[in-house]
């Protein structure tokens, strides 16, 4: 229904201090945790009556829709209520609407709980049944003294004194037999039911009046006084909880102070298993204060596999409690677990403080994450920058004597100073070749550094396609060792508005990059109109590209499995980052039957040459 109305939804509980069995306590957190995994918002409210304190959430929230279900099997108990719980909320809902599900057929509690309900109170009722014989009889004797009005006050003060011990209906009982044993015992005529006197009459009912009344509403103020105990220390938990987890910074912190806090509160024993990349680890963390044996860790694994809480026996020492750490419905990044000695399954006021604990320290692991992932990308930063800095330094003091090298083995040629000795002049080649070769990395590193930086910035200006590509040959001749290099570029291209030097440099790396690597087939270079722009493309005949390269072909310093040696593998990158400042880009794909093909596209503007 919530969903048909796009409405949010909430599944409440009301706690009226009323003992339940096992199996009711399971169904009731099944039921609540059905809620949640079908995005219902859980609530757990206390009350001793379950009318007002539904209607009491249902104004707090806002709720305009109250969804109840009929009730079952009807008790002796609804003699005493004028009304029951379903019409007392269609009364006092107002403008609220209220949508009543018929009552399905409830299952009847087992003889064993009805044992169990009963042996559990029988010391509380015990002591009531000796107070009040003590009491009857104490008043027996002094009645001389006394008189039965001071003996009614007496009683009484100990239906006040047994509303501090029994339930609601055993109090009710106590006074009621309570003013049965004061008429037969101490009203005239006594160890009668009789009452001969008016205002015996009334003192009679007055009392049982007086008693009903008081024994009812101490055994109220007991139950209410229980739920604002209990709502006080769930709020110290989470008050402690989140004051605490904004000062820890690691989940180490975190961990201890969580166990400290289930210890103070729980007097039981903490494990957290915190989840990695590669799954739950078997070893709980080191804040941990308990270790389940290998046989518990199938129950740590279920919570995480199937994010639901799990419990397991654990010898004498008590049982384990496993609730999943959940930062999302979908998420589970660890489990928490508690060992107690205590009640099991342990009620629904505990479980939601455990469950909110579990919560919390969800929050905190993923921050943490999220911290380890800033901090590294930060590491990160400061080292790429300082790399940049180092790479822009030792490039430009290569620079310098690059260039001296260069000019005095030029000029050492031109001079004729090994005129007729050809081993020295071979030699002169050979440094002359290196330090080209050595320019031409340094000049690489140098365009890389920059494209990173930001600091590039292109000169635009209209260019024919021809003439970028006539540079680019005339610049790789002596490197080409005269391959067939096969050129298609139509007369009717228009002029582009470019970086002249910049597309050069990338259209270079990419035709250096297919002669070095393609073998002795020819290459072909075509420019072509695109949708917007233009685009080239440089084709070889070599082997192709890896599979498992294709995708990292472009990335720094990346060379193939079966790329020959020399180069750094700055080539491609700087080819890409020079048409993505164009606002393009560079695609690498294999060719039919054989070879690679390199797609540079160039959305600038063009102009045709006729208008020039």
């Not at 609601?168 to 160890?191: G, Q």
């Not at 709502?231 to 102070?257: G, K, P, V």
């Not at 260069?406 to 001079?415: M, Q």
């Amino acid at each position: 229904m919530a969903t048909n109305l796009g409405a949010h939804w909430i599944a409440l509980f009301v706690d009226t201090g009323k003992k339940i069995s096992v199996n009711e306590q399971a169904q009731l957190k099944n039921n609540l945790d059905l809620a949640v995994r079908l995005g219902a918002e859980v609530l757990v409210s206390s009350d001793t009556d379950v009318s007002r304190g539904l209607m009491r959430i249902a104004r707090q929230r806002n709720a305009w829709k109250l969804i109840i279900g009929k009730p079952g099997k009807g008790s002796w108990k609804d003699f005493f209520n004028s009304f029951s719980p379903v019409r007392r909320v269609i009364i006092e809902s107002g403008k609220i609407d209220v949508v009543v599900l018929r009552a399905e057929k409830g299952r009847e509690q087992t003889g064993e709980w009805r044992k169990k309900s009963r042996s559990s109170r029988w010391k509380e009722r015990l002591f009531a049944s000796v107070m009040l014989i003590t009491v009857i009889v104490v008043n027996f004797k002094f009645l001389y003294i006394a008189g039965p009005r001071s003996v009614a006050l007496i009683l009484l003060l100990s239906v006040v004194i047994a509303g501090l011990v029994l339930d609601r209906w055993s109090v009710l009982a106590y006074a009621f037999v309570s003013a049965l044993l004061w008429n037969f015992i101490f009203l005239e005529p006594r160890f009668t039911f009789n009452i001969r006197h008016i205002e015996d009459a009334i003192m009679f009912f007055m009392y049982f009046f007086i008693a009903i009344v008081t024994g009812s509403l101490t055994a109220r103020i007991r139950n209410q006084e229980r739920a604002s105990g209990l709502r006080e220390e769930q709020l110290a938990i989470l008050y402690s909880m989140t004051r605490e987890f904004a000062s820890f910074r690691n989940i180490d912190d975190a961990a201890r102070h969580l166990g400290s806090l289930v210890g103070r509160f729980f007097h039981a024993e903490s494990v957290f298993y915190i989840a990695t990349d590669d799954g739950l680890p078997r070893t709980p963390h080191p804040a941990s204060t308990a270790f389940p044996s290998s046989d518990d860790f199938s129950s740590v694994l279920e919570t995480f596999d199937n994010r639901k809480p799990s419990m397991r026996a654990h010898g004498e020492s008590g049982r384990w409690f496993f609730v999943p750490i959940l930062y999302s419905p979908e998420k589970t990044v660890g489990v928490f677990g508690i060992l107690s000695a205590g009640e099991y399954p342990p009620s629904i006021d505990k479980a939601t403080i455990i469950e909110a604990m579990a919560a919390q320290l969800a929050l905190f692991i993923e921050r943490d994450k999220a911290d380890q992932i800033a901090e590294k990308g930060r590491l990160m930063e400061a080292s790429e920058k300082l790399y940049r800095v180092i790479l822009n330094s030792i490039s430009h003091e290569l620079k310098t004597p690059l260039s001296a090298i260069k000019g005095s083995v030029s000029t050492l040629v031109e001079s004729g100073f090994y005129k007729g000795e050809s081993g020295g002049l071979s030699l002169l080649a050979g440094i002359r070749s290196s330090a080209d070769r050595l320019a031409g990395l340094v000049d690489n590193f140098l365009d890389m550094s920059r494209i990173e930086s930001g600091r590039l910035s292109i000169n635009t200006d209209w260019n024919d396609m021809e003439d970028i590509i006539g540079v680019v040959l005339e610049r790789i001749e002596k490197q080409s060792n005269g391959r067939q290099i096969d050129v298609m570029c139509p007369d009717d291209l228009p002029l582009v508005c470019l970086d002249f030097t910049l597309v050069a440099q990338a259209l270079y790396c990419l035709l250096h990059n297919a002669i070095v690597h393609s073998g002795h087939g020819p290459v072909c270079i075509t420019a072509a109109p695109a949708e917007k722009g233009v685009k080239v493309i440089v084709e070889d005949a070599g082997a192709g590209i890896k599979r498992e390269d294709i995708e990292r072909i472009f990335d720094k310093f990346y060379r193939g499995i079966s790329a020959k040696a020399g180069g750094l593998g700055l080539g491609l990158s700087i080819a890409r980052g020079v048409a993505e400042l164009h606002g393009g880009g560079v695609i690498a794909e294999n060719r039919e039957p054989s070879g690679a093909r390199f797609i540079m596209t160039l959305p600038v503007e063009t102009r045709l040459k006729s208008s020039t």
